[in-house]
């Protein structure tokens, strides 16, 4: 699932995986530096299903990532992961503005109860999302 030099390829199926790889072993730590890493690739309620260059594929991953996040929470009681700050690589849901923004050194930055937020209300619309 890493490719060279650590670059995650499969999200989805790092996802698929997540409580078998980071929970039942314990590795919380691990498991929270994903979880909040991924984050920071929403783009139009959706978590990339690669990050090679980033792709977003499958509706699927996004739920699997809420079923990862669900499993630390359940496990680890870490509630204060909802505050944590995100510092997105997606300044806009539009390409010409975010474009625009990255050029003007604009920074976006998100708690993840609105990101997870976010995931919830786009999916709630209908993903109408095309690379």
């Known amino acids: 699932m890493l490719g060279k030099n650590g670059t995650l390829y499969s999200v989805r199926e790092m996802l698929i995986s997540f409580k078998g790889i980071f929970i039942i072993p314990g590795f919380f730590e691990e498991a929270k530096k994903l ?28 739920w699997w990532y809420i079923k990862a996040f669900k499993d ?39 708690t993840v109860s609105d990101l997870i937020h976010s995931i919830f209300e786009n999916h709630a619309r209908g993903i109408r999302f095309f690379e």
């Open 35 to 62: 979880l909040l890493y991924l984050l920071k690739y929403v783009k139009k309620g959706m978590i990339p299903t690669t990050l090679n260059s980033p792709s977003y594929d499958s509706v699927d991953t996004t």
């Open 72 to 110: 630390y929470l359940d496990h680890t009681s870490d509630y204060k992961i909802l505050n944590e700050k995100i510092n997105m690589v997606f300044l806009s849901d539009d390409w010409g503005e975010h474009l625009k923004l990255k050029t003007d050194n604009f920074d976006k930055i998100d």
